[in-house]
């Protein structure tokens, strides 16, 4: 218990000192996950949003696919990118194995399942007869496809909340198409495995501290976004 106190005790003394390792960790940490759920967000929204609305063959196997796609390990999907991105693999003359950009490749593939899903079913909860109504009044099918979303915004803004807490996390990929490098692609939670590993538990706490308070913001934002939502309407 002592250890503990004494480690989380270090762990503040580090992040109120501004520690240049730290933070260098966590700037990594939120720029590539940034990158990606910005890459990802609007090609979920299109995918989901044709999935609910539009008609076509092979709809409900695709839809079928997004959902098994979900469960699919965060290390099977950097074992993939590392084959694709490796010297040997189609994509190798690009050189992006061990890049930030490796990373977000990866994260965006981690994502895109998850954000196509919640955000299908947000849509499909929504008024169906929205769609017609708004080209029925004469707005484009871009307008159209906006107005549908504005109705469900707090479910598609849940979606990509919990997309982004699932990249943000995630290790397994990481580590494998990123190769913890210390300053390039040492994110929170590579870094939080590899001082663990060392017995180095000062770092890791503050970087779990860090995804801890994090989490908490961004689901108080959405709470007060949806508290606000109600009271104006």
Same mark, same amino acid.
């Given at each position: 218990?002592?250890?503990?106190?004494? *480690?989380?005790?270090?762990?503040?003394? %580090?992040?109120?000192?501004?520690?240049?390792?730290?933070?260098?960790?966590?700037? =990594?940490?939120?720029?590539?996950?940034?990158?990606?759920?910005?890459?990802?967000?609007?090609? *979920?929204?299109?995918?989901?949003?044709?999935?609910?609305?539009?008609?076509?063959?092979?709809?409900?196997?695709?839809?079928?696919?997004?959902?098994?796609?979900? +469960? =699919? &390990? *965060?290390?099977?999907?950097?074992?993939?990118?590392?084959?694709?991105?490796?010297?040997?693999?189609?994509?190798?003359?690009?050189?992006?194995?061990?890049? $930030?950009?490796?990373?977000?490749?990866? $994260?965006?593939?981690?994502?895109? &399942?998850?954000?196509?899903?919640?955000?299908?079913? +947000?849509? $499909?909860?929504?008024? $169906?007869?929205?769609?017609?109504? +708004?080209?029925?009044?004469? *707005?484009?099918?871009?307008?159209?496809?906006?107005?549908?979303?504005?109705?469900?915004?707090?479910?598609?803004?849940?979606? =990509?909340?919990?997309?982004?807490?699932?990249?943000?996390?995630?290790?397994?990929?990481?580590?494998?198409?990123?190769?913890?490098?210390?300053?390039?692609?040492?994110?929170?939670?590579?870094?939080?495995?590899?001082?663990?590993?060392?017995?180095?538990?000062?770092?890791?706490?503050?970087?779990?501290?860090?995804?801890?308070?994090?989490? %908490?913001?961004?689901?108080?934002?959405?709470?007060? +976004?949806?508290?606000?939502?109600?009271?104006?309407?």
């Amino acid at each position: 218990m002592n250890e503990l106190t004494q *480690a989380s005790h270090q762990a503040l003394q %580090l992040l109120a000192s501004g520690d240049g390792v730290l933070w260098s960790i966590i700037g =990594v940490s939120f720029s590539v996950s940034l990158r990606a759920i910005a890459i990802a967000t609007p090609l *979920a929204l299109l995918g989901a949003f044709a999935l609910a609305y539009l008609r076509f063959p092979g709809r409900r196997t695709l839809v079928t696919a997004v959902n098994t796609l979900m +469960a =699919v &390990p *965060a290390v099977v999907v950097g074992l993939t990118v590392y084959l694709l991105l490796s010297r040997s693999g189609p994509l190798g003359a690009l050189h992006l194995l061990f890049t $930030q950009w490796a990373m977000i490749i990866g $994260q965006v593939l981690l994502c895109l &399942p998850l954000l196509i899903a919640m955000a299908h079913a +947000a849509l $499909q909860s929504g008024d $169906q007869r929205a769609w017609e109504t +708004a080209l029925t009044l004469g *707005a484009n099918r871009w307008r159209a496809m906006c107005t549908v979303m504005y109705e469900v915004r707090f479910g598609l803004l849940a979606a =990509v909340i919990a997309a982004f807490g699932r990249i943000i996390a995630e290790v397994g990929c990481s580590m494998m198409v990123g190769g913890n490098i210390l300053y390039h692609t040492r994110n929170i939670p590579t870094a939080i495995a590899l001082e663990t590993s060392k017995g180095e538990f000062a770092q890791g706490i503050a970087l779990g501290i860090v995804l801890l308070a994090f989490a %908490l913001a961004l689901n108080f934002g959405l709470g007060y +976004a949806q508290g606000s939502g109600e009271v104006s309407r």
